[in-house]
């Protein structure tokens, strides 16, 4: 069983170092995503959860600081943080440290990868609409296990157990990292042959899954920092990124 918290302690135990050498450039906090730019140019994306956007009117008492400050003070919000803003910023930063190996990544659609096949039971824990059709095309058979109520009907907790514990494939959103859900997922799976971990927020380390049985890392480089920290600012979420990234689906060895 894994501890809760364990995969973003990790992270910041492999990344700290490396941290310590670079200060903030940037930093953007929209109503979807963290972006943090360091001093070396490189940057990196984080989502925020929906319970921390403006409707929430969350401030941070710390804003006016983080430019030219130690990277090492935000990568710490990952094992510090006592919630899931403050967790963005840490991803953010830990993402904008990585340098992510090239070697074992495709860059295909997601699904393709997954050979799915007729009458496999599909979990996809947080929605993700544009895959939704793709994988319902394929003739398996797709359960969505979601926490917010306004984008689709939650499932009660026994028939989200039942279909983590059955299900042939997982497809888990790396939000469940700010949300600390990760871990309980995980722990929730039986013997799947694929579970995938994606969106923007994935951190590509593949060390960081060593005992877990994830076998994709799908997440996001970022190729356009100006543009990416322009849409952030004006408040746009994944689909007005999407030109500014290059998605990557990052396979990982035992």
């Known amino acids: 069983m894994l501890k809760t918290g364990i995969v973003l302690n990790r992270l910041y135990a492999q990344l700290e170092s490396s941290a310590q050498n670079r200060r903030i450039d940037d930093l953007r906090l929209g109503l979807s995503y963290v972006g943090v730019k360091l ?5 990196g994306l984080a989502a925020v959860l929906p319970e921390n956007s403006i409707r929430g009117c969350t401030v ?11 990277a090492v003070e935000t990568l710490k919000y990952l094992i510090t943080a006592n919630n899931s803003l403050h967790r ?17 990544t495709e860059d295909r659609e997601a699904t393709t990868y997954l ?8 979990a996809m824990v947080g929605l993700f609409s544009p895959l939704v059709e793709r994988i319902r095309a394929t003739g398996a058979t797709l359960t969505i296990i979601e926490k917010n109520p306004e984008r689709i009907e939650l499932l009660s907790s026994e028939n989200k157990k039942k279909a ?4 042939d494939v997982t497809i888990i959103t790396a939000t469940t990292l700010l949300n600390n859900s990760f871990e309980e997922t995980i722990n929730l799976l039986s013997a799947p042959r694929s579970v995938v971990l994606m969106g923007p927020s994935t951190p590509l ?6 005992d877990t049985p994830v076998t994709h890392l799908g997440g996001a480089l970022i190729i356009d920092s100006t543009k990416v920290f322009q849409i952030i600012s004006e408040g746009g979420g994944t689909p007005a990124l999407r030109t500014y990234l290059h998605f990557v689906n990052l396979i990982r060895k035992e």
Not at 89 to 101: M, Q, S
């Open 39 to 43: 001093d070396n140019g490189a940057a």
């Open 115 to 122: 050979n799915l096949r007729p009458n496999e039971k599909v």
């Open 164 to 167: 983590l514990k059955n299900c």
């Open 60 to 70: 941070l008492k710390e804003a006016g600081t983080y430019v030219g400050s130690p």
């Open 205 to 210: 380390v593949p060390e960081l899954f060593v």
């Open 88 to 104: 963005s910023i840490g991803l953010a930063t830990a993402n904008a440290l990585i340098l992510p190996e090239t070697e074992n």
